[in-house]
T-cell receptor
Framework: NAGVTQTPKFRILKIGQSMTLQCTQD?????MYWYRQDPGMGLKLIYY???????DKGEVPNGYNVSRSTTEDFPLRLELAAPSQTSVYFC??????????????FGSGTRLTVV | DQQVKQNSPSLSVQEGRISILNCDYT??????FLWYKKYPAEGPTFLIS?????DKNEDGRFTVFLNKSAKHLSLHIVPSQPGDSAVYFC????????????FGGGTRLMVKP
């Protein structure tokens, strides 16, 4: 019963480098999300997906890309890392049926530092 | 423009006393509200929720109150325990916006033994 698994837990990137943050869930949830948490600012939605093959931008999508080729996986790609992307990133998933969204399950986060 | 605000970044309470965490929102279309609890190095976990058709929901030591006219909700923890020390996030969703959650900035609660 793993829930939502994120890797890596920590990463230091140099400016301009690229990386992919991995997220996988084993609950057969149809919705998946990427959030970033900046100090005192709560969680901001980067991208979300309502099902395999469908993704959409959230509140702060610039500098990121996502894909959803399977129900289980929702990787987040940073192409040209910038210091402003230093943050803690959380992946989440939820089961939505009709108008009801049955709560979010979060991963344990990836702490990213761009230097 | 933050639609969900938690104006107290931190709160310190003595063990056994009541903890009251507050949250204000601006979007009148929000119709479902949740509280999440987050320990260091872990993801947020769901704590309690309330629909806009109610003004109170209780679950053990945790009670959430909703005042729609004031666009304000609060989380009461009675009695507070040291294990309650964590960051608490208020979140809100609107049925007409796909039920995506909008989070507040969080309040760090410290319960002293």
């Amino acid at each position: 019963n793993a829930g939502v698994t994120q890797t890596p837990k920590f990463r230091i990137l140099k400016i301009g480098q690229s990386m992919t943050l991995q997220c996988t869930q084993d609950m057969n949830h149809n919705y998946m999300y990427w959030y970033r948490q900046d100090p005192g600012m709560g969680l901001k939605l980067i991208y979300y997906s309502v099902g395999a093959g469908i993704t959409d931008k959230g509140e702060v999508p610039n500098g990121y890309n996502v894909s959803r080729s399977t129900t289980e996986d929702f990787p987040l790609r940073l192409e040209l890392a910038a210091p402003s992307q230093t943050s803690v990133y959380f992946c989440a998933s939820s089961y939505r049926r009709g108008p009801l969204n049955y709560g979010y399950t979060f991963g344990s986060g990836t702490r990213l530092t761009v230097v | 423009d933050q639609q969900v605000k938690q104006n107290s970044p931190s709160l310190s309470v003595q063990e056994g006393r009541i903890s009251i965490l507050n949250c204000d929102y601006t979007n009148s279309m929000f119709d479902y509200f949740l509280w999440y609890k987050k320990y260091p190095a872990e993801g947020p976990t769901f704590l309690i929720s309330i629909s806009s058709i109610k003004d109170k929901n209780e679950d053990g030591r945790f009670t959430v109150f909703l005042n729609k006219s004031a666009k304000h909700l609060s989380l009461h923890i009675v009695p507070s325990q040291p294990g309650d020390s964590a960051v608490y996030f208020c979140a809100a969703s609107a049925n007409n916006a796909g039920n995506m959650l909008t989070f507040g900035g969080g309040t760090r609660l410290m319960v002293k033994p």
